[in-house]
């Protein structure tokens, strides 16, 4: 148990499904596991509202499957300046269990 973060799941299982959500009572955060990398964004596109667990990754960007909306997984930040940046999350692994801090590290134009 890490204080405060909230368990995503075992390494293994998130390697195997690429994404796992994670909720707080705030938050749903999408956990991905792309090129031996772990990035917790916040799980709904500021565009409509689409769950961002069902986009597709290419690289280090995350694009929305609904309206094309595409954020980078590293820092939340849109590539398009119409539409706001996403919160990130910080993720641990500890003893092959990955943990999320439900805590959102804001970009400046996030809105939640």
Not at 15 to 34: N, P, Q
Not at 69 to 77: N, R
Not at 86 to 100: A, G
């Amino acid at each position: 148990m890490v204080d405060g973060f909230l368990r995503v799941g075992t390494l293994q299982r998130l390697k195997a499904r690429g994404c796992l959500v994670a909720a707080s009572e705030d938050h749903s955060i999408a956990v991905f596991y792309h090129s031996g990398k772990i990035h917790a964004v916040h799980n709904r596109c500021p565009h409509v509202g689409y769950p961002l667990e069902t986009g597709t990754i290419d690289g280090d960007i995350i694009t929305c499957i609904w309206h094309q909306a595409s954020f980078e997984l590293s820092t939340g930040s849109s590539q398009d300046p119409e539409i706001a940046d996403i919160p990130t999350f910080q993720v641990t692994v500890v003893d092959d269990e990955v943990w999320v801090d439900p805590t959102p590290c804001l970009p400046s134009n996030a809105s939640d």
